[in-house]
């Protein structure tokens, strides 16, 4: 069994992270992805909600589970007994942050690799920031995120007005 973990924000989850989990999940029998509690980030929506909006789009991919984490990656990567983790880049701009991280990750455990997978040319320009940034203005986000993370976003905006 080859297992995976995609850890990320995802907050919330956009085309772009679904793109990598269904192209991650032609290359791994099992992916999991892992919505990080600590992060330095401010979040608009808690860990559970995240881990929640995630379950519901990622229904269908039976070989994809959905965890929350905090602590080191690589701690939580071993414990799932995953020996790879996924991360997806767009612009050299990633390219350099996620390089020292994995570099990183990598001296902590070299057990684990980091696998990269390159945007689709699609979603290159796509961020979670981005989607809160127009959902925030009630604007159109349809395009960026499937239905049921646009009303999820939607309805946190109504009630945090
Ligand atoms: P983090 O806070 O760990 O960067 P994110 O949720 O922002 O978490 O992103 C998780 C991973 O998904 C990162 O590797 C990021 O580069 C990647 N990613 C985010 N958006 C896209 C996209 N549009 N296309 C491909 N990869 C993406």
Do not use: W
């Not at 929506?45 to 602590?71: H, Q, T, Y």
């Not at 880049?89 to 020292?100: G, I």
């Not at 959902?135 to 109504?158: C, Q, R, T």
């Amino acid at each position: 069994m080859r297992c995976a973990v995609y850890p990320g924000s995802f907050d919330p989850v956009t085309n772009g992270h679904i793109d990598i989990i269904k192209r991650a999940a032609r290359q791994f029998d099992e992916v999991i992805v892992a919505v990080l509690r600590n992060s330095s980030k401010s979040a608009l929506f808690s860990a559970e909600e995240r881990v929640n909006i995630l379950c519901e789009v990622l229904k269908d991919m039976p070989s994809v589970s959905v965890r929350s984490f905090d602590g080191l990656t690589v701690d939580f990567v071993r414990e799932c007994g995953a020996s790879a983790m996924i991360r997806g880049l767009r612009a050299t701009t990633d390219f350099e942050y996620e390089m020292q991280i994995a570099h990183t990750n990598h001296v902590i455990d070299k057990e684990i690799d980091t696998v990269f997978f390159i945007t689709n040319l699609k979603y290159a320009y796509l961020s979670s920031s981005i989607v809160k940034e127009i959902g925030m203005y009630g604007g159109d986000i349809s395009k960026f995120v499937p239905p049921s993370v646009e009303k999820a976003v939607l309805e946190k905006f109504k009630t945090s007005r």
